[in-house]
């Protein structure tokens, strides 16, 4: 009931294609947030999103968080090679955070 | 510079065998954390701390333990109860509650 679902686990693109990864809870979430680790490195926060409808964009990274408090998503616009690894959502639970599986994103060469 | 400090990089353990890893914080963070990385996969929490000498299971306690003396340290043994324990590890911390949490390089432990 807790879990957070993230999707795809992979997803491949071309330098300057577009990227998203979806994030779905069956209840309602008080808070998603959003974690970046590359590859051999830690996870580093990217952003939290707290409101309905909630739209964050950071450079070409653009968080949203759906009306319903029930899903949340990360666009990448124009991928460029410092955007691999792999992008994690979470969500608050209590006092820890419950983690999505990630999603990889690999540039095709 | 502020940040959390994890040691060792890289850590052999043989059977049988309990090591400890180290995480020291000087972000004057309550709450820390400890999650186990297997390659491909996601974060699982191993225990937490929200407060100074308290401390609570994650959802893979077994084989591990902790102890939350000083604010600034959390460290974690692997006991060899836990037949299992190359894994990547790492430390975070955190205001308390869900709040987003900082990540130390993490240590990665393999079996001899």
């Known amino acids: 009931g807790q879990q957070v679902m993230q999707i795809p686990q992979y997803q491949h693109v071309q330098e300057g294609e577009d990227f998203t990864t979806y994030c779905n809870s069956s209840?309602?979430?008080?808070?998603i947030q959003w974690y970046k680790q590359r590859p051999g490195g830690h996870p580093v926060f990217l952003i939290q999103?707290?409101?309905s409808g909630e739209v964050k964009k950071q450079k070409r990274l653009t968080f949203q968080f759906g009306e319903a408090k029930k899903n949340s998503s990360l666009h990448i616009t124009a991928t460029q090679t410092t955007d691999v690894g792999t992008y994690f959502c979470?969500?608050?639970?209590?006092?820890?955070?419950?983690w999505g599986a990630g999603t990889k994103l690999i540039i095709k060469p | 510079d502020g940040g959390i400090t994890q040691s060792p990089k890289y850590l052999f353990r043989k059977e049988g065998q309990n090591v400890t890893l180290s995480c020291e914080q000087n972000?004057?963070?309550?709450?820390m954390y400890w999650y186990r990385q297997d390659p491909g996969q996601g974060l699982r929490l191993i225990y937490y701390?929200?407060?100074?000498?308290?401390?609570q299971k994650g959802d893979i306690a077994e084989g591990y333990s902790v102890s939350r003396e000083k604010k600034e340290s959390f460290p974690l043994t692997v006991t060899s109860a836990q037949k299992n324990p190359t894994a990547f590890y790492l430390c975070?911390?955190?205001?308390?509650?869900?709040?987003?949490?900082?990540f130390g390089d993490g240590t990665r432990l393999s079996i001899l």
């Open positions: 975070a911390s955190g205001p308390q509650g869900p709040q987003p949490q900082h």
């Open positions: 701390s929200q407060i100074v000498n308290d401390f």
């Open positions: 999103l707290v409101k």
């Open positions: 209840t309602t979430l008080s808070n």
């Open positions: 972000l004057n963070h309550d709450a």
């Open positions: 979470a969500r608050g639970s209590n006092y820890q955070l419950i």
